[in-house]
């Protein structure tokens, strides 16, 4: 229950990541928010997914995006990995461009990233402090992360397609909390 505990643990809160998922899932992936809000969110949430939460959220992201946006945002890693000299899995040489272009492909090679070294996507995507003022360099960058932000929160929210056990906790919290049945 940690997402839940420390993201949605009061009204505002719940409100604040209502009113970003709405701007989300209302424009452009890349629109209705500062890349600052947009590196906080996924900061916030990123660090508290399960693996496979994290897929499935970035699944969704990426899903959202045109197959020629996912392709920018798969060369757009590749180059900063190169630039930094930070070899990543999934990221670099020999990975075929059609490759970006596959929303699965992007989720699971994004997921295991985040997983093995955590935060090293937001450096190179430019919210790591280097270079750019720390801010995201590329409206794909800002789309991904704003996306898996997201669509971790909206499944955290009950929002999700086919369910999932945070969206049924918080229900249940919810319930608790209002004194309302979950």
Known sequence: ????????????QQ?????????????APHEG???????????QVAPQLPAQ?????AQEAFSRMSPQERIQFGQYVQQQAQTQGTPVAG?????AQEAYGDAGYLAQHTAQL???????????????GTG???MLGSPVAKAAL???????VSRAMGGGTGGNAIGGLLGGVLGQQSGRPA
């Open 15 to 27: 409100q604040d990541y209502q009113n970003y998922l709405q701007r989300y899932q209302q424009g």
């Open 33 to 43: 928010y500062s890349d600052q809000e947009v590196l906080q969110r996924y900061q």
């Open 53 to 57: 939460d994290y897929q499935r959220a």
């Open 132 to 134: 750019g003022g720390g």
């Open 114 to 128: 985040n997983q093995q070294q955590p935060g090293l996507l937001t450096q190179l995507l430019g919210g790591g």
């Open 91 to 95: 990221f670099g040489q020999g990975v």
């Open 1 to 12: 229950m940690g997402l839940l505990d420390s993201l949605l643990g009061n009204p505002q």
């Open 146 to 152: 704003a996306g898996i932000a997201a669509m971790a």
